[in-house]
């Protein structure tokens, strides 16, 4: 049995400010940390930092089998997630949430957050970890942060079979104490492969048009042919090599028969006959540092704002924006003086609404507050949006408040340079001339995409400045694993189109005219984004 080792960091309890007469709570809301997570929850306390141990532990445990968990690990940014009672809360966020939706995450440029709803405890009484549970809301971030962490770490770019396939390999994993159980068969997933048409495993591997059709078995059948393949040592070296041979170009289905010497015409009836088999593994992870999560109480204005704070903070649809801003504006003057409200209200005025609106209020804040990173963050934001709105304060112009954005940006980058979207905004908002980009504009797009590689605008954005500096290599790095979205779409079809270009050689000017057409806009949230980052 393989043992991993890991340290652990204690974080104090970071509280959100408060009026300071008497503050009032709410009544269930409250802020759990840990060292890589910052949970959001009206479920009940207790519920709530289980879960984020659970988070954490997770974490560790897909890390540790690359060699990611421990003290030499490179630090990350805080992922945001909601713990909700039910799924109607889901619809704060989410207005058109399907009902059988348990949860999702929102992959946007402003930021990545999940939403999941609590379905009871993730271990309940369970004395061993074979016993626990399946549980679906967990098993959606699971499989989500896997895709994270394989944008984050992966060092070739993965077949989309093969992508879906280890998502919901360790999604499904169980955690009691120190042992994971890893590779449980979803039964889910076995009900659609006793039921739904089969897809030909030759379409699979060549990634045709027919495994991206709603109600295919393309992602059951993806996770059984990862599932073969992480079971054995023999086919894990085997899959080594056929990824080597189809980077090379060699046709899918002979780099398959040639690394596994099994014809892929009997693929399906081996991968059947395995299935009947099929069987997890349970881990012992001896030094796995406990958990340190601290939790706080949030005040009375979260009740309603919470959930909507979330929303103008996502990738919304554009109809539901102004109805959302509404709401935050009528709530937050029922709580004058509460620091909350009003930080809840200034944050959708930036995204929803007059980002002028908020000028004043983040002058001051960072004046107060000169170590507040976010502080510097929304008011560069601000007068980035003032600037390209055409919106000028007095005695400004577009040059002086483009300057002023970008110094807020890089004090922002001084204080939390882990932060991708004040990056992100940081090269937008570069120095425009006969030059442009510089070397630095260049550094900061690319840098925000390296710390949220899922984001397509971000991975977008430093591909166009990698063409226009003739860096056609590198951009062709950046659009792969994104032209490989098992979620497909438009979007993903035209990232295909233009990596393709790069492969013929195509002119830095063909190449741009291919991306530019579906380039992101300079305040993104458009609704591909937010489609392709959910997962039901």
């Known amino acids: 049995m393989r043992r991993f080792g890991g340290v652990c960091r204690t974080f104090a309890a970071i509280v959100i400010g408060f009026i300071a007469a008497g503050p009032v709570y709410a009544d269930t809301w409250v802020k759990a940390e840990s060292e890589h997570f910052i949970v959001y929850s009206n479920v009940n306390a207790r519920a709530t930092e289980a ?40 619809k704060q966020v989410w207005p058109d949430v399907p009902s059988t939706v348990a949860g999702f995450v929102r992959i946007c440029p402003v930021g990545i957050a999940g939403f999941s709803t609590y379905e009871g405890d993730a271990v309940g009484s369970a004395s061993k970890v074979e016993n626990v549970a399946e549980n679906t809301s ?33 999604g499904t994993t169980k955690i009691l104490d120190d042992q994971a159980v890893v590779g449980m068969a979803l039964s889910m997933r076995i009900r659609q492969l006793n039921s739904n048409g089969t897809l030909k495993y030759e379409d699979i591997l060549n990634d045709a048009p027919s495994t991206r059709r709603a109600g295919s078995n393309f992602y059951p059948q993806s996770w059984l042919l990862t599932h073969w393949i992480m079971s054995d040592p023999a086919r894990k070296q085997a899959f080594g090599r056929y990824l080597e041979a189809r980077s090379t170009g060699e046709d899918a289905v002979k780099a398959f028969e040639a690394a596994f010497g ?25 030094n796995m540092p406990e958990p340190q999560v601290s939790v706080s109480p949030m005040p009375a204005s979260a009740d309603k704002l919470a959930l909507w704070d979330a929303g103008s903070m996502s990738c919304i649809p554009q109809a539901y924006k102004s109805v959302l801003l509404t709401r935050v504006r009528k709530e937050a003057a029922e709580h004058p003086g509460d620091a909350y409200a009003e930080g809840v209200l200034m944050r959708a005025e930036v995204q929803l609404g007059d980002a002028q609106k908020a000028l004043d209020h983040y002058l001051a804040y960072t004046a107060a507050r000169p170590d507040d990173a976010e502080g510097f963050y929304r008011l ?24 002023k954005a970008r110094e807020a940006f890089g004090k922002s980058y001084k204080l939390d340079p882990l932060n991708a979207s004040n990056l992100n905004y940081l090269a937008r908002a570069g120095k425009e001339g ?8 260049v550094n900061a797009a690319y840098q925000a995409h390296v710390l949220a590689p899922a984001v397509r605008d971000y991975a977008v954005f430093a591909a166009m400045l990698m063409i226009r500096k003739d860096r056609m290599a590198e951009a062709r790095a950046i659009l792969l694993p994104l032209a490989n979205n098992p979620h497909g779409g438009a979007s993903t079809e035209r990232l295909v189109a233009v990596v393709e270009a790069i492969d013929a050689g195509k002119s830095k000017t063909e190449v741009m005219a291919i991306l530019s057409a579906g380039a992101p806009k300079v305040e993104p949230a458009d609704d591909d984004a937010a489609k392709a980052g959910d997962k039901t």
């Open 51 to 90: 879960y984020v141990r659970n988070l954490e532990k997770y974490r560790y445990i897909i890390g540790a089998f690359y060699g990611l968990s421990g003290p030499d690990t490179q630090p990350e940014p805080r992922m945001k997630l909601f713990f909700l009672k039910s799924t109607s809360d889901l």
């Open 262 to 286: 099994v014809p892929v015409k009997s693929l399906s009836s081996v991968l059947w006959s395995y299935m009947n088999s099929l069987k997890a593994t349970v881990y012992r992870f001896n």
């Open 380 to 403: 560069g934001q601000i007068w980035f949006l003032m600037s390209r709105q055409k919106v000028f304060a007095a005695g400004e112009t577009y040059e002086t408040q483009m300057r």
């Open 434 to 441: 006969p030059d442009y980009p510089d070397d630095n504009t």
């Open 138 to 170: 967990q098993h959606i971030f699971f499989h989500e942060y896997a895709h994270m962490f394989m944008f984050q770490n992966a060092q070739t770019v993965y077949p989309r079979w093969f992508v879906e396939g280890f998502a919901e390999y360790y």
